[in-house]
C-alpha cells in the first residue's frame, strides 16, 4: 500500500473576489470522498484575477480560463482517477448515457 507521503497532492486555487471558496470547498469533498484512499490531500489555495485552477502534483488538470468555466465534477473526478486510479470505478459517473428512443 502506498503510504500518504507517497499519495498525489491535489491543490484547488480559488479567487477570493470572486467567493469561489464554497464551490472549492464542494469539489474538494467530492473528490476527498472518492478517492479517500488515492490522495494524501486536497487544499485549498486563495487567489485572485478569476483564477480557479485544479493540480494535481504541480500537473494542472483544470484551469477555468482555458478550459472555459468551471468543471463538471463527473469529468473532473475522471481525470483525477485517470491519473491517480486508473483501474477504479467510478459507478453512475462511468455510465454512458443511452440516447432517447
Known sequence: MTTPDRLPRLAIQY????????????MAQELLTTFEKELAE?????????VFRITLNGEQLW??????????IKELKQRVRDRVAPDKS?????????PPL
Open 90 to 98: 467510478l459507478g453512475h459517473s462511468d455510465a454512458v448515457p443511452t
Open 15 to 26: 479567487c477570493t473576489g470572486c467567493r469561489w471558496l464554497l464551490r472549492a470547498a464542494w
Open 63 to 72: 484551469d477555468r480560463k482555458a478550459d472555459g468555466g468551471f468543471p463538471d
Open 42 to 50: 486536497v487544499a485549498l489555495q486563495p487567489g485572485s484575477g478569476g
